[in-house]
Each structure stands twice: as C-alpha cells, then as structure tokens.
C-alpha cells in the first residue's frame, strides 16, 4: 500500500487508525500488540512522503533510464549512478519528495501521531556563528494526559534562491526528540551545521551555503508547521547560474559525494 494508494483507507470511516509498523521482525506483532494495548505509546514520524495516488510519480521512459543495447558496455560507458543504485530520479525535475512536491498526499514527511497533543511556542533562530553553524530553540509542551516523546523537526529555505522554482520548498536541516511527562515544557535546542544548509554550486561543481537570507520553519512534520524565524546566512554567491540549459546535477554531486564509492 505505501508510500502511495493509501487514501482509500485514511478517508475509510470504519478505520480508526493506521498502524505503520515496517521491519520489525519476529517481535512485530508482540510490538503492535503493545501499541494497541496502550502498554506502548508509538512516537514514530515518517521518513518519506505518501503520496494520495500514483499521478505523482514520473512514468518510467528510455530518458530516465538506459535503453537496452546489443553492444557489450563496460561501466565506464554509463552514468556513475546506474552502477550503484537504481533509485535514480531526479527529485527537483519531476517534483518528488517533501522538498520539491506540489501533489496530493496522505501522510506527509515527518508525520506521526501519539497518543496525547504536543504545543509549540517561542521559537527563536540565532545569528549564524563563525563555523556557519546555527541554533534555534523552541518550547514544547506536552498538553494531553499520557507521558510520551516528540519528534521536533527544523525546515529550512531559501525564496530568494538563484535557482528559482528548482530550489526546494524546505528542507530538514536539524530535529531532535524529546521525552515529555503529561504537562511538562522543555525548551529543545536545534543545532544545524554548515553542511546541512549547503547546495550544489553548478558555477564551482561542488557543495557550498548560498548566501541569502533564510527562512526556517519548526513543527511536528513537513506539512504541520508550528512557527517560523529568519536568518541572513554568509555564504557563496551563486549568481549566473545557467538554469536554462540541462546539465546533469544529480551525476556532477554524485560524482563528487566522498560517501558514495
């Protein structure tokens, strides 16, 4: 069913609620019994995006992925991503993920729910440090009547970004989890390091902060946005980028990730 056609049982009136226990294991029903139960309180948030239909997704074609050939082809012959990992789109192009999307979804990014409510108040974003590094705190507050744990998440953007419409919506650039007693506040302080606001420069081939000022959003998920702040960040000038020509992005950032070998 995920991450996509699960709308039919979120909008279902004889559901009461969805489940998502994924991997578990030999223990996975012991787990569900658990949460079910209530001797369990489930404070998951998702990491992808479920989408409300397949419109969302890009058909598969000969341009987003080779077309077959009678010819022996060494690996030197294809792009550097084929030969590692097919999951391949690119995200940006064809409007995927929580970053770039304007479709229809069920669950977004981030969500989860738990069995009591959560407050969010005075959220507030530093000035960026020396290293480029920056904090924000917020203050959240458990409001309902049972003990359990929030995931807090920090977005960040760009809206004045050099690369216009291709530059992400948001992006996560910090969260933390938090446990809270039934009626306890706890102010959470999120850290984001240098290189989780940085992007592809196509002017230099490599990773670097665009200078700008930024917007950063706190919440429960993607979608469920509690406050926002902004920050002027230092960083490179990414002015003259040619957009308008089609340059493979995905295969220059692949090529210089040192994580992938």
Do not use: C, H
Not at 43 to 67: F, V
């Amino acid at each position: 069913v995920f991450p996509v056609i699960a709308e039919e049982i979120q909008k279902n009136p004889n559901v009461a609620a969805v489940l998502y226990v994924p991997y578990g294991g030999q223990y996975d029903g012991y787990a569900a019994g658990q949460v079910i139960y209530g001797d369990a309180v489930p404070t998951g948030k998702l990491t992808g995006t479920w989408y409300a239909d397949m419109s969302a997704l890009p058909t598969l074609d000969a341009y987003s992925i080779p077309e077959g050939t009678n010819n022996t082809m060494s690996l030197d012959d294809l792009a550097p991503r084929y030969t590692v990992d097919v999951s391949q789109a690119d995200a940006a192009a064809n409007k995927l993920t929580y970053q770039y999307t304007d479709a229809d979804v069920t669950y977004e990014f981030g969500y989860g729910l738990t069995y009591t409510t959560f407050a969010y108040s005075d959220f507030r974003v530093g000035t960026q440090n020396e290293d480029g590094s920056l904090q924000a705190t917020v203050t959240v507050k458990n409001t309902g009547n049972t003990d359990s744990s929030e995931i807090v998440q920090l977005y960040a953007s760009n809206k004045n970004s050099t690369y216009g419409d291709y530059a992400a919506i948001r992006r996560l650039v910090a969260f933390d989890k938090v446990d809270l007693k039934a009626g306890e506040s706890k102010t959470v302080t999120l850290t984001v390091e240098e290189e989780d606001l940085q992007m592809w420069n196509t002017n230099t081939d490599s990773y670097a902060v665009e200078a700008g000022t930024y917007t950063f959003e706190v919440g429960a998920s993607s979608k469920d946005i509690k406050a926002s702040g902004n920050a002027v960040l230092r960083g490179e000038n990414f002015d003259g980028l040619n957009i308008g020509e089609a340059v493979s992005v995905y295969d220059k950032s692949f090529a210089a990730s040192p994580e992938i070998t």
